[in-house]
C-alpha cells in the first residue's frame, strides 16, 4: 500500500452508505429556484382549465347555461356531465369501491363540488367565463352529521345507490350507510368487559382535517393525435396506479400512457387520489388536441379534495384494579362524505384501524367501523399517515389516559405494565396483526429518563398548588405518547389498490466507468429519496453514492410500483433497492472470481470489492468489474451489470416511539405554550440519520397543527369555514416549538436491511402528545376527554366548564 | 382590457413584457418572463411560497398587480447565487437540511435574504419573527432557522475576514 | 383566484388622483398597499373599473414628528416601524405595528390603507380612537378633518365620501403609559381581542386615560367609560374590574372562527386588564 490507497475506513466513508447524514443532492436545484414542479411545465399552446363549482352542499342541479361563458373570446371548451356521459366518464371509480361524480350530474352533494370545466387560453379567462356559467340550483336538505344521516327518514344522499343493500364491504343497512367493518371477537370483547373490574368509556373524535401540503394538486395533459400518445404530468403519489386507471377509464393503451410525476412540492396524502380535474383535463387534451394545464388554488384545495380523518370513536376499554388491561371495544362512526374516496388498501375499508390496540397487550378486543355519507367533501386519505393509523393512535392513547384518571394511577406507570415485552415479539395482537419487533420498555425509559418524568410531575404539583393560591393562571400539562405505528403497505396477498398488489420496485444499470442509475416504482415528495436509496445503493454494492443517480416518476422508464404514501418507500421499495443490489453483486463476485481465476466462495466482500479471501493483496473492486462486464466476454455470464427487483413484503414494518410534550396552558385565554417536546423514534435500521430528523420536525409541526388549531369545519349550511390559510391553520416559524429528538435502534427482522420507515411517525404519535397535554393539565379538575383541535376558545371552553373562570 | 407595455428589472436585466394590469406579479414572473422559481402557495397573502425583493422589500407577488410593480427592481431566487456559486443562505439550507420538497425554499431564502441585509446578526427570535410571513409545511423550521443563523455567522466572518 | 379586470392609473399628484376619482365615481378605488384589497378581489367579493394607485404620490409618505404628529396615509407599517422619531414619541404605534399581519404583508399594507378601508379586523383604527387622532380627507371641494371616533359606521361603511382620499393621519403626543395587548391564533391573524390604551399619571393616580378595542364590534371601539372608571384610580383591582365592566357594555363581538361570543367577551376583558396594567406600568 502507498500513501495514496485509501484505507478501509476512508473507502467506507467515501461511499456515503447507509447510517451516514449525507447531505441531499436535490438541495442545490430546489434552493436556486430550478425545481420542476407541475405548474412549472409550459407547452407550446397550452390551454387551462378551472372549474365551475357548488356553492351549495345539497342541491338538485336545474340546468347549466354555458352560452355566455362559450361566447367569451379566448374561452375554448365549457364541458359538463352531458358531455362526458357518452364517454362514460361523468362518473369515475374511486380507490375504495364507489363511484364519483366527475362532474355535476343531476344533483351536487358537497359544497366545492365539480359543476362545469371551463378550458381557455389562460388561467384568466377560464376565470372570467366561470363567472358567465349560469347554474340553476334547487337546495334540498343538508347533512353535515353522520349521526343524524343514518337516523331513520333522513334525506337519502346517493340516489343513484337507491335499492342497493349490498355495497363493495358488505351490507348496507340505510340509504347513508356505506359498510359495516369489523374485526376482532366482539362477544368475547362484550364479556370481559362485563365482568371487569374496572371499564372507563369515552367518546373521543378526531376531527376532519386536510394534508395541504404547499403545492396544491393539479396536472398537464397532453394528447399527442398523430402519435397517439397521452403524457399526463401531474402531482401524483403513485404514478404508475395513475397510468392503469387513466387507461382503463379511457380506454387508451396502457402503453399509449406516459404519466411523469415531476418534483412534488409535498404531499402527505393529498395527492394519492384521482381527481375530476385530471379527468377533465385529459378529456380536454383529447376534445381539442391541444395540452391543457390544471392547478387548483388554495380553497378548491381545502374544499374539494382529499380529507383525513373524521372518526367518531366510541371506546370501552376494561382492566384489572391493579391496571393490567383485559380488552378493548371500539365502535366507530367514519363520516366519509359524499364518496367513499378513501386511499386504503382494497380489503381494508377502514384502513389498518385495527392497529387500535397500540402497543400494549390486549387479550381480546373489537373494533367496528360503520362508513357514512354526508354533504362533505369526499377523501379520507391517510394525512401523512398509513391508513387510519392516526385515528388507532390518537385513540387508544387517549383510552390510556382516561383508564389511567380511572384507576387514579400514574399513566405512565400503566403504559409501563401493559407494554408487550420484548420476548413476545413476533407478537400477534388481538386484532390480527403481527407486530415484527419492538423494545418498548427500554425506548419508554430512556423518554421518561430524558425529560426528569418525576422532576417535571414535581413541577407540575407545584403549579397547580400555586394557581391554587391565585399565584398564577398558568397550568402545566405533561402530554405522554407511545405509539405503534404498522407501514409499509404491503404483502400482495392482502394489500391491493385497485386489484394492483402493494409490491414496489427497483432497477439498476451499472455503467461501464463505474457510475449507475436506479429507478424505482416510488416517487420523493420531500422525502430525499434521490439521496437516500443512493445510499441504500452504495452500502449493497460498493459503488459511491455520488455516483449513482436515482430517478423516480416517470412511468415510461421506471419499473411499476405503487408509490409513495403510508411510509412504505423504505419498507417497500427500500428492499426492493437492497435487494437489487444484492443481485448485482451476486454477478459482480461471478464477474471477479473469473477475473482473480477463484472459485466464487474463495471471495469475500469488502466495502467496494471482493477480495480473495486470504490474500487481500488479491482484489477487484466495483469498479473494475462494472468496466469488465461491459468489456469481456465471460463464459457463462451475460454481458452488461443490472438488476431489477419486485418485492413483495412479507409483513407490515412497526416503528414505534415515544413522545413527550410539555405546555404551560393560559386558562383565561386558551393559549397554549409549548415549553419542551421530546421524540424518540425507533425505526429500524437508521440510514440518514438527517433526513430522519428533518422528517420528524416536520412531522411533529404538522401534529402541532393538527392537534391544536387545524380543521376543515363545516356550519350547518355545509358550508365550508375554513377555506383559506387565514383560518385552515399552519402555523409559522413563531408559533413552532424546538424539538428534541432521539432514538433507539430495533431493526426489522423480516426487512432486507432492517428499515421501518418513519416519515409519518411523529405524525401518528405526535398528536396525542400535544392532545394528552392540554388533558393532563386539567386532569386534576376531572377533564377527561375534550375535542380537538385544541385552539384558543376550546381550551378556554374546558376551564370555563370545569368552574376555573371564577 | 387593454394590455399595459410592463417594465421590471429582474435579477439586474431590464425586461419588457405585456401585461393586463389585473394580472399578477407572481404570473407575469413565472408565465411571462419564464422565472419559476418563486411559487404560488395560498394566493392569499398567507404563504410566502411567492416571497421577491421588490424595491429592496419582500412582498408576496401573489398579492402585487403587475402594474404596481412598474418600474420596479426584482429579485428573484434566481437573482441570489453569485455569479461564483451558491449563496451562503443557499449553501447553509443544504448544510443544515433546511428544505424537505423544496417548494417554500426560493420564497424562504428570497426572504432570508433580505432579513440578513437589515439584521445582519439576528437571534433566534428574530429569525422566527422575521421568517414568520413564510409557511412550510415540511420541515418544522427547526432547520431553517438554524440554516439562516448559520448564514448570518457565515457572512460576517467573512465580512471580518474582509475588513 | 383571479381578480377581475380594471383599469390601472398612477398619478402622480394628489390632484390628479381626485380628479381620477371624481371622473369615475364609485366605479373607482384607490389602491394603497393592496394587501386588503387584492384579496377581496382575487375572492371577486370586489369589482372596480379602474383602481388608482396611489404610490407615486410622494406627499403621501411624509412623517412629521412635533407636539402633534403627522403620518401621510401611504406610510407603510415597516416604514412606521423603522422611524426612529416615532418610535420615541408614539411607541404604542410601534408596539401594534409589530403585531400586524407579517413582514412581507408590513413592507406593502400601508396605515392609510389600514385606517381607511373599514375593515373591524385591522388594528390601527382601534389605536387612532385611543390615540384620539384625526383624520384629514381630501376631496373636490378641499380638506376635511375627521375624527377617527367619529370615522367608523359600520363594517366597511366610513365617513368617507366616495370622491375622497384620507391623505394623512395625526394624533398629539401620547401619555407616558401605554400598551396595545393582541390575542391571535397565529401570525398573520387579525385579533381574537385587542386593546389599545394610555395612561397619563399624576401622584400616583390615573390622570387621563383613553382605552379602545378591536374586532370587537363591527367598528372599532373606543370605550369612554374603560378610561374614565380608572380616572383618580391607581389601577387597582376594583378599578380594572370597573373598567372591564364598561368596555363589556361598549363591544359587541361576534361568533366566528375564533370562537362564540362569550369566549370573545372573556379575552377581551383579559387583554384590557393586561393592558392596563402595563400601561400603568409605564405610566
Redesign the interface.
Known amino acids: 500500500m502507498n500513501e495514496m490507497t485509501p484505507t478501509r475506513e476512508e473507502r467506507v466513508a467515501n461511499l456515503k452508505g447507509m447510517g451516514c447524514a449525507r447531505?441531499?443532492v436535490?438541495?442545490?436545484?430546489?434552493?436556486?429556484?430550478?425545481?420542476n414542479?407541475v405548474?412549472?411545465v409550459?407547452l407550446p399552446g397550452m390551454l387551462f382549465g378551472d372549474f365551475v363549482r357548488s356553492p351549495h352542499a345539497h342541491a338538485r342541479v336545474k340546468s347549466i347555461n354555458t352560452e355566455a361563458a362559450l361566447a367569451l373570446p379566448g374561452v375554448v371548451a365549457v364541458l359538463t356531465a352531458k358531455d362526458l356521459e357518452p364517454l362514460g366518464l361523468h362518473w369515475m371509480p374511486t380507490l375504495a369501491g364507489d363511484k364519483q361524480m366527475v362532474l355535476a350530474d343531476g344533483k351536487v352533494l358537497f359544497q366545492g363540488q365539480e359543476v362545469a370545466y371551463v378550458v381557455a387560453e389562460?388561467?384568466?379567462i377560464?376565470?372570467?367565463a366561470i363567472?358567465l356559467v349560469e347554474v340553476e340550483y334547487e337546495d334540498l336538505p343538508v347533512i353535515t352529521d353522520p349521526f343524524k344521516a343514518l337516523e331513520e327518514g333522513a334525506t337519502v344522499l346517493r340516489e343513484d345507490l337507491e335499492g342497493q343493500t349490498e355495497g363493495a364491504h358488505g351490507p348496507r343497512r340505510h340509504p347513508n350507510h356505506i359498510f359495516l367493518w369489523e374485526q376482532g371477537d366482539k362477544a368475547a370483547t362484550e364479556e370481559v368487559i362485563a365482568g371487569a373490574e374496572v371499564v372507563a368509556e369515552e367518546m373521543i373524535y378526531y376531527h376532519r382535517t386536510h394534508p395541504?401540503?404547499?403545492?396544491?394538486c393539479g396536472c398537464v395533459a397532453s394528447m399527442d393525435k398523430i402519435n397517439g400518445k397521452l403524457t399526463l404530468w401531474g402531482t401524483f403519489q403513485a404514478p404508475h396506479v395513475v397510468r392503469t386507471v387513466a387507461s382503463l377509464l379511457s380506454g387508451i393503451a396502457e402503453h399509449n400512457i406516459r404519466v411523469i410525476s415531476p418534483?412534488?412540492?409535498?404531499g402527505?396524502g393529498n395527492k394519492v387520489g384521482v381527481y375530476p380535474g385530471y379527468v377533465c383535463s385529459i378529456v380536454a387534451s383529447i376534445v381539442t388536441g391541444k395540452p391543457v394545464k390544471w392547478?387548483e388554488?388554495?380553497?378548491e384545495n381545502l374544499m374539494a379534495t382529499a380529507f383525513a380523518r373524521d372518526y367518531w370513536m366510541q371506546g370501552k376499554i376494561a382492566a384489572t384494579k391493579e391496571g393490567k388491561i383485559t380488552g378493548l371495544w371500539c365502535h366507530t362512526t367514519a363520516d366519509h362524505g359524499a364518496f367513499d374516496a378513501c386511499a386504503d388498501p382494497t380489503k381494508f375499508p377502514a384502513g389498518f384501524f385495527h392497529i387500535c390496540t397500540g402497543s400494549y397487550d390486549i387479550p381480546v378486543a373489537w373494533v367496528g367501523v360503520d362508513g357514512v355519507y354526508t354533504n362533505k367533501a369526499p377523501g379520507g386519505v391517510a394525512y401523512r399517515c398509513s391508513f387510519r393509523v392516526t385515528e388507532a393512535a390518537y385513540f387508544i392513547e387517549r383510552m390510556i389516559e382516561v383508564l389511567a384518571l380511572r384507576l387514579g394511577m400514574d399513566a405512565a406507570e400503566l403504559r409501563r405494565i401493559n407494554f408487550i415485552r420484548k420476548d413476545q415479539f413476533p407478537y400477534h395482537s388481538a386484532l390480527g396483526w403481527e407486530y415484527d419487533s419492538g423494545d418498548y420498555h427500554t425506548a419508554w425509559d430512556k423518554a421518561l429518563k430524558a425529560v426528569d418524568y418525576e422532576g417535571l410531575r414535581r413541577e407540575q404539583a407545584e403549579r397547580l398548588e400555586a394557581f391554587k393560591r391565585g399565584e398564577t393562571r398558568k397550568l402545566m400539562g405533561i402530554g405522554l405518547s407511545f405509539f405503534t405505528e404498522i407501514v409499509g403497505a404491503g404483502p400482495v396477498k392482502n394489500c391491493d389498490i385497485l386489484g394492483m398488489g402493494m409490491f414496489d420496485s427497483c432497477e439498476i444499470r451499472i455503467h461501464p466507468t463505474g457510475s449507475a442509475i436506479a429507478r424505482l416504482g416510488t416517487i420523493s415528495?420531500?422525502?430525499?429519496h434521490a439521496t437516500t436509496f443512493a445510499q441504500i445503493l452504495a452500502s449493497e454494492t460498493g459503488i459511491p453514492a455520488d455516483m449513482i443517480t436515482i430517478e423516480e416518476g416517470d412511468t415510461d422508464t421506471a419499473p411499476y410500483g405503487l408509490g409513495t404514501y403510508g411510509s412504505r418507500s423504505t419498507p417497500v421499495a427500500g428492499a426492493a433497492t437492497a435487494l437489487a443490489g444484492r443481485k448485482i453483486r451476486a454477478k459482480a463476485q461471478m464477474i471477479a472470481a473469473y477475473l482473480l481465476e477463484v472459485h466464487d466462495n474463495d471471495l469475500e466482500w469488502d466495502v467496494d470489492r471482493f477480495v480473495v479471501k486470504g490474500a487481500p493483496e488479491r482484489f477487484k473492486t466495483m469498479a473494475e468489474i462494472a468496466y469488465a462486464s461491459y468489456n469481456q466476454a465471460i463464459p457463462g455470464l451475460e454481458p452488461g451489470l443490472e438488476a431489477v427487483s419486485y418485492y413483495d413484503p412479507p409483513n407490515m414494518t412497526y416503528p414505534f416511539g415515544a413522545y413527550i410534550c410539555v405546555m404551560d396552558i393560559d386558562v383565561?385565554?386558551?393559549?397554549a405554550a409549548i415549553r419542551q417536546f421530546y421524540a424518540l423514534d425507533d425505526c429500524g435500521t437508521r440510514i440518514n440519520p438527517?433526513?430522519i430528523?428533518?422528517?420528524v420536525?416536520?412531522?411533529?409541526?404538522?401534529a402541532l397543527a393538527i392537534a391544536m388549531?387545524q380543521e376543515i369545519?363545516y356550519d350547518e349550511m355545509g358550508n365550508v369555514?375554513?377555506a383559506?390559510?387565514?383560518?385552515f391553520?399552519?402555523?409559522?416559524?413563531?408559533?413552532?416549538p424546538?424539538?428534541t429528538t432521539d432514538w433507539t435502534e430495533t431493526p426489522s427482522p423480516h426487512h432486507p436491511i432492517g428499515a421501518k420507515g418513519v416519515g409519518e411517525s411523529p405524525n401518528v404519535g405526535g398528536v396525542p402528545a400535544f392532545s394528552n397535554a392540554v388533558h393532563d393539565a386539567f386532569r386534576t379538575f376531572g377533564l377527561t376527554q375534550a375535542h380537538m383541535p385544541h385552539?384558543?376558545?376550546r381550551i378556554?371552553?374546558v376551564a370555563?366548564d370545569l368552574g376555573l373562570?371564577g | 382590457m387593454s394590455k399595459m407595455h410592463l417594465k421590471l428589472k429582474v435579477n439586474g436585466q431590464e425586461v419588457e413584457t405585456l401585461a393586463e394590469p389585473r394580472e399578477l406579479l407572481i404570473h407575469v414572473l413565472r408565465e411571462k418572463l419564464d422565472i419559476t422559481g418563486p411559487h404560488i402557495g395560498c394566493e392569499t397573502s398567507h404563504c410566502g411560497a411567492c416571497t421577491v425583493d421588490m424595491d429592496g422589500k419582500s412582498v408576496k407577488s401573489c398579492t402585487v398587480f403587475a402594474a404596481q410593480a412598474q418600474g420596479a427592481q426584482i429579485t428573484t431566487i434566481e437573482g441570489i447565487a453569485n455569479p461564483e456559486g451558491m449563496h451562503v443562505l443557499q449553501e447553509m439550507f443544504r448544510e443544515h437540511h433546511g428544505l424537505q420538497c423544496g417548494f417554500c425554499t426560493p420564497g424562504m431564502i428570497t426572504r432570508a435574504w433580505r432579513l440578513l441585509q437589515e439584521n445582519p446578526n439576528p437571534t433566534e427570535e428574530e429569525v422566527r419573527f422575521g421568517m414568520s410571513g413564510n409557511l412550510c409545511r415540511c420541515t418544522g423550521y427547526q432547520n431553517i432557522v438554524k440554516a439562516v443563523l448559520a448564514a448570518a455567522s457565515e457572512m460576517n466572518s467573512a465580512k471580518e475576514a474582509a475588513e | 383566484m383571479i381578480p377581475p379586470a380594471f383599469d390601472y392609473h398612477r398619478p402622480e399628484s394628489l390632484d390628479a388622483a381626485l380628479k381620477l376619482l371624481g371622473a369615475h365615481g364609485d366605479e373607482a378605488r384607490v389602491l394603497a398597499g393592496g394587501h386588503s384589497l387584492i384579496p377581496m378581489m382575487k375572492l371577486r367579493m370586489a369589482e372596480f373599473a379602474h383602481l388608482i394607485d396611489l404610490q407615486a404620490i410622494e406627499d403621501l409618505r411624509d412623517i412629521a414628528v412635533g407636539d402633534t404628529i403627522r403620518i401621510g396615509a401611504m406610510t407603510t407599517q415597516a416604514e412606521l416601524l423603522d422611524h426612529a422619531g416615532l418610535a420615541e414619541a408614539a411607541p404604542i404605534l410601534s408596539e401594534a405595528a409589530m403585531q400586524i399581519a407579517d413582514p412581507q404583508v408590513r413592507y406593502m399594507g400601508t396605515i392609510g390603507g389600514n385606517v381607511a378601508n373599514g375593515d373591524p379586523g385591522n388594528d390601527m383604527p382601534g389605536l387612532m380612537q385611543c390615540l384620539d387622532a384625526t383624520y384629514t380627507l381630501a376631496g373636490p371641494d378641499g380638506t376635511r378633518d375627521v375624527s377617527a371616533r367619529d370615522f367608523y359606521e359600520a363594517a366597511y361603511m366610513t365617513a368617507r365620501e366616495d370622491d375622497e382620499i384620507l391623505v394623512a393621519i395625526s394624533f398629539p403626543r401620547h401619555a407616558p403609559g401605554y400598551a396595545y395587548e393582541k390575542q391571535k391564533r397565529k401570525i398573520g391573524d387579525y385579533a381574537t381581542a385587542a386593546a389599545a390604551v394610555l395612561i397619563e399619571a399624576e401622584g400616583g393616580k390615573v390622570k387621563s386615560a383613553s382605552v379602545a378595542m378591536t374586532n370587537l364590534s363591527d367598528v372599532p371601539v373606543y370605550s369612554e367609560g374603560a378610561g374614565a372608571a380608572l380616572l383618580g384610580t391607581a389601577c387597582d383591582a376594583a378599578a380594572l374590574d370597573a373598567a372591564v365592566i364598561a368596555m363589556l357594555g361598549d363591544i359587541d363581538p361576534m361568533e366566528d372562527n375564533r370562537g362564540p361570543v362569550a369566549f370573545k367577551q372573556h379575552v377581551a376583558g383579559v387583554i384590557l386588564r393586561r393592558a392596563i396594567e402595563r400601561a400603568w406600568k409605564r405610566a
Open positions: 447531505k441531499r436535490e438541495d442545490a436545484r430546489f434552493t436556486q429556484g430550478k425545481g414542479y405548474d412549472d409550459k389562460d388561467r384568466y377560464a376565470a372570467d363567472e395541504c401540503p404547499l403545492e396544491t418534483d412534488i412540492g409535498g402527505f392547478v388554488d388554495r380553497m415528495q420531500g422525502q430525499g383565561d385565554t386558551g393559549e438527517m433526513v430528523e428533518g422528517q420536525h416536520g412531522g411533529l409541526t404538522e388549531g369545519a369555514k375554513t383559506t390559510l387565514m383560518d391553520f399552519i402555523p409559522t416559524a413563531w408559533e413552532t424546538n424539538y385552539d384558543h376558545w378556554w371552553k370555563s373562570h
